[in-house]
């Protein structure tokens, strides 16, 4: 067992010299039953855009202030400790800045241990804790939480979440082994690990309070008062409060390692076997369920002793900063001060990308959208579709039925295209071909203002060219979205050489207003995220007809750590997308890309690979067999031999990506990665991992990071 008390925090304490400290103040509060409870507020002096945080010197001040509370306990002058947060925040986890800073994994280890022995002794206060849930309250902060022997949250609290898989660690300041024990194993796993791998995905209040988390739960116009009077009825014995699943009822011997072995199934089957952190948290869930709180706790510090000492944790925060602070505050970007008001928006086209266009742009900006086509049914169609999503997300509770009669309202079609004259933002989403956009673009241009944006929702193709014609060919900007539109969080804003000042920065401020993060690039092949997915597939398809069988070649990609296979990817995109993507590019850098005419064989069938439950390729099916034969090769390559490929092709093209000016940074192209593709932040993107994988010094001689970015190892 781990004695905290004698360990000498002092070199982790030392290192938190800029931290925005997080000071717990203690107030005396006489309850109507006359007992009285010493209650800490946690606030960090700053308003609700800056969090809470729990670094080395908040924790060591926290440690005093629960060891004083607790002297006043044995004394017989508080009956019971309370603790919150300031307006609308808990606490939203360790300060992951003063993480960076750590230099050794002793001083790792030193950041698990002081979170269990500060927090930790909440449970040992020698009268009962309670944790008033006020706000925000994500990984330590829940933990705060899960510590304190009871619990009530603000109905209107943000998040309640453990987070910290998503970033590549675990609940390590007794998440892990309290929280499973608390609400049992199913629901642990969810909150520990399913949830951090779905986009980060957090818990409302009343979710927390159903599924046992939080013991009670209150509106926000009384919580303070409605929880103190609450514990005063715990204190008395007056409210007696139920658990469902309290230690004694919780089923150990048959459930629990039935859900450890099916939820690893699970992993292995979405992640592969590439990310570290899952299956620690895994682990450290299974192990909860005997032993002791303290070996719980010893197992918690080695496993985040490990992860924070570790690459893919050092790669996790280099993405967490680019997304966090980069994608908020995009490179390039001009004053926005310049950008043209957007009170209509146009949509060339009533197909499905139109329609989840429309959608987006109605519920985002709330201006009116028209949506034109060829004929009225096709608009017909694409309307309908649209009210229907909208009364779908009516009948889930996120749009009252005035907001959604007033989106629908919003929203027309007609093949009336002298409707475009008023609008100040027009998107073509038609067929992806440089004459036929031409065509559409020429049409409109005759139509609206002047000044008014168009906008080109191309994968690939040249913004400059489908603009040649235009006479105004200065307001033309490459808007790329990605699919499934309303999820993917990235838009590719294409620059030309004449895209002038204010269609740029209209082109920024739309997309901000639509919540999504733009990324400025400059009108090149496949621009940053299909340039890349081309060489990713390309070498995917180069193995296959070597003779390499389909699911051998999924699994070379593994270590990769992508959320899917090259042939998962592409029969989600759409086998036509993507030979139209590999033609694009190996049309323009024949000597790089590769492209084989089975791809459009391929593309014209129904079905073409089989897949296992989980989604993973285990093989064609009987069409794409019957359309491949005769034409692949007998030369199968090696697992090794495809990933040290793709690895060397990827550092190659982006290295070349630099040098042509593509993007300003190689962090912007890790950012598209991660934002557009849904790369790792294991992975950092892909600079970090090529760096690390020796890809880089491979293919030209240097690292894009320097010094690389690594773990602090031993």
């Not at 910290?164 to 390590?172: A, H, K, N, R, W």
């Not at 398809?541 to 296979?565: H, I, K, Q, S």
Request: glycine content about 10%; overall charge negative; aromatic content about 6%.
């Amino acid at each position: 067992m781990t004695d905290y008390e004698k360990i000498d925090f002092s070199p982790i304490v030392d290192l938190a010299g800029d931290e925005v400290v997080t000071h717990s103040t203690v107030r005396d509060v006489r309850l109507p039953s006359g007992k009285v409870l010493a209650l800490i507020t946690l606030d960090n002096g700053r308003d609700h855009t800056r969090p809470n945080t729990l670094g080395p010197a908040t924790l060591t001040e926290l440690g005093e202030t629960l060891a004083e509370v607790k002297t006043r306990a044995a004394a017989g002058e508080i009956q019971a400790v309370g603790i919150t947060g300031k307006q609308y925040i808990l606490a939203a986890g360790a300060d992951l800045s003063d993480i960076t800073k750590l230099t050794s994994k002793d001083q790792a280890r030193l950041i698990a241990q002081l979170g269990h022995k500060v927090i930790g002794s909440l449970s040992d206060l020698g009268v009962p804790s309670f944790a008033f849930v006020n706000g925000l309250a994500l990984g330590g902060g829940l933990e705060i939480a899960l510590n304190s022997t009871y619990r009530t949250v603000d109905a209107s609290a943000a998040a309640i979440a453990l987070p910290e898989v998503f970033l590549g660690l675990i609940p390590g300041w007794g998440g892990a082994y309290l929280l499973p024990n608390l609400i049992g194993i199913e629901n642990a796993l969810e909150v520990v690990i399913s949830n951090p791998l779905k986009q980060n995905r957090v818990l409302k209040p009343q979710q927390a309070f159903d599924l046992g988390i939080m013991d009670a739960i209150f509106p926000a116009s009384n919580y303070l008062e409605n929880s103190l009077a609450w514990a005063d009825g715990v204190l008395t014995g007056k409210v007696k409060v139920e658990r469902k699943n309290e230690p004694g009822k919780i089923e150990r011997l048959t459930k629990w390692p039935i859900a450890i072995k099916m939820a690893r199934g699970m992993l292995e089957s979405k992640i592969g076997t590439v990310p570290r952190s899952p299956y620690l948290a895994l682990e450290l869930l299974d192990k909860a369920r005997g032993g002791t709180k303290a070996e719980g706790f010893a197992r918690e510090d080695e496993a985040l002793t490990e992860l924070v000492a570790g690459d893919q944790f050092a790669a996790s925060m280099y993405a967490f900063d680019l997304v966090q602070k980069r994608a908020k505050r995009p490179v390039g970007a001009p004053d926005k001060a310049l950008a043209k008001k957007v009170t209509k928006v146009g949509i060339i086209g009533a197909g499905l990308m139109a329609s989840q266009f429309a959608l987006l742009f109605v519920r985002k900006l709330q201006v009116p959208v028209l949506i034109t086509d060829l004929d009225q049914a096709r608009v017909d169609k694409g309307v309908a579709y649209i009210h229907e999503e909208i009364g779908k997300l009516e009948q889930k509770g996120r749009l009252d039925a005035d907001s959604a009669n007033k989106l629908r309202a919003l929203v027309t079609g007609t093949t009336d295209k002298s409707l475009y004259a008023d609008c100040d933002f027009v998107i073509e989403a038609v067929f992806e071909e440089v004459g036929v956009k031409q065509q559409v673009f020429g049409e409109i241009e005759q139509i609206i203002a002047e000044d008014a944006i168009l906008a080109t929702n191309t994968s690939s193709l040249s913004v400059e060219e489908i603009g040649a014609k235009l006479a105004h060919p200065e307001r033309l900007v490459g808007f790329h979205f990605f699919n499934p539109v309303a999820v993917m969080p990235l838009i590719e804003i294409v620059k030309t050489p004449v895209t002038n000042e204010q269609t740029l920065s209209s082109a920024f401020v739309v997309a901000k207003g639509l919540g999504k993060n733009a990324v400025l690039t400059a009108d090149a092949p496949g621009f940053v995220v299909n340039r890349l997915l081309a060489k990713v597939m390309g070498e995917a398809a180069r193995a296959v007809y070597e003779g390499t069988p389909v699911a051998d070649v999924e699994r070379a990609f593994g270590p990769l750590g992508l959320p899917m296979g090259p042939f998962q990817l592409i029969d989600l995109v759409g086998w036509k997308v993507a030979a139209h993507v590999q033609d694009t590019m190996v049309r323009h850098f024949p000597d790089r890309f590769y492209a084989n005419e089975n791809f459009h064989a391929l593309a014209e069938l129904d079905a073409v690979v089989e897949k296992d439950k989980g989604g993973r390729v285990t093989g064609w099916t009987k069409a794409a067999e019957k359309a491949l034969k005769g034409n692949v090769g007998n030369a199968p390559a090696s697992a090794e031999t495809i990933l040290a490929r793709v690895q060397d092709g990827l550092a190659q093209e982006i290295k070349l990506m630099l040098d042509e000016k593509v993007v300003p940074e190689v962090e912007d192209i890790d950012l598209c990665l991660i934002l557009g593709a849904g790369w790792p932040f294991i992975d950092g993107g892909a600079s970090p991992y090529l760096d690390r994988e020796g890809a880089s010094e491979r293919v030209f001689g240097a690292t894009f990071h320097n010094p690389p970015i690594r773990g602090i190892g031993g």
